[in-house]
T-cell receptor, first 114, second 111 residues
């Protein structure tokens, strides 16, 4: 158990819908990272927040958005869902802002878009 | 285009048979190279961070090395519990400290 929690574990929804994935980092960690893992593209970095501020941004679609709240939990919002958005979404956390310290990954949320 | 390539895609070893996994990268401005282990259906588990060419790190049966354009993960006398997918990732300064992952090497160690 990494200490990072993600909810829900599984999510099944339809095309065009909007969902919110939630992540609680390890106690004391200020950085939260979001990743998408699909069978055809592997693990893709989406975005990093540090203490509420966006720190680094990957190839995150405009339909996706994220934020980190004052209590440091983070949410990833996915809207206008397409079949290709079906994937495992991982959240990770670390102490520092720079990204070089150890990232601890959560168990993931499996999103299925029908 | 920044890219991370891992080889081989899959590797089957007999227990005790040592081997190496390769990760080559073409990013400009390497901040760090990371190795992770991922078991099926679980999140990646951190193994090592390497920062500069010539650096080596070890943990139990694993040893990671870094050159200017590639990294190797050496597995010495593997055991069945080492079976997993091993992921390599880099963080690049020239693209705002983004992370790029390879598609992984799936390792199976046969008793």
């Amino acid at each position: 158990d990494s200490g990072v929690t993600q909810t829900p574990k599984h999510l099944i929804t339809a095309t065009g819908q909007r969902v919110t994935l939630r992540c609680s980092p390890r106690s004391g960690d200020l950085s939260v990272y979001w990743y998408q893992q699909s069978l055809d593209q592997g693990l893709q970095f989406l975005i990093q927040y540090y203490n509420g501020e966006e720190r680094a941004k990957g190839n995150i679609l405009e339909r996706f958005s994220a934020q980190q709240f004052p209590d440091l939990h983070s949410e990833l919002n996915l809207s206008s869902l397409e079949l290709g958005d079906s994937a495992l979404y991982f959240c990770a956390s670390s102490v520092a802002a720079g990204g070089l310290d150890t990232q601890y990954f959560g168990p993931g949320t499996r999103l299925t878009v029908l | 285009e920044d890219q991370v390539t891992q080889s081989p895609e899959a590797l089957r070893l007999q227990e005790g048979e040592s081997s190496s996994l390769n990760c080559s990268y073409t990013v400009s401005g390497l901040r760090g190279l990371f190795w992770y282990r991922q078991d099926p259906g679980k999140g990646p588990e951190f193994l090592f961070t390497l920062y500069s060419a010539g650096e080596e790190k070890e943990k139990e049966r694993l040893k990671a090395t870094l050159t200017k354009k590639e990294s190797f993960l050496h597995i010495t006398a593997p055991k069945p519990e080492d079976s997993a997918t091993y992921l390599c990732a880099v963080q690049a300064t020239n693209t705002g400290n983004q992370f790029y992952f390879g598609t992984g090497t799936s390792l199976t160690v046969i008793p």
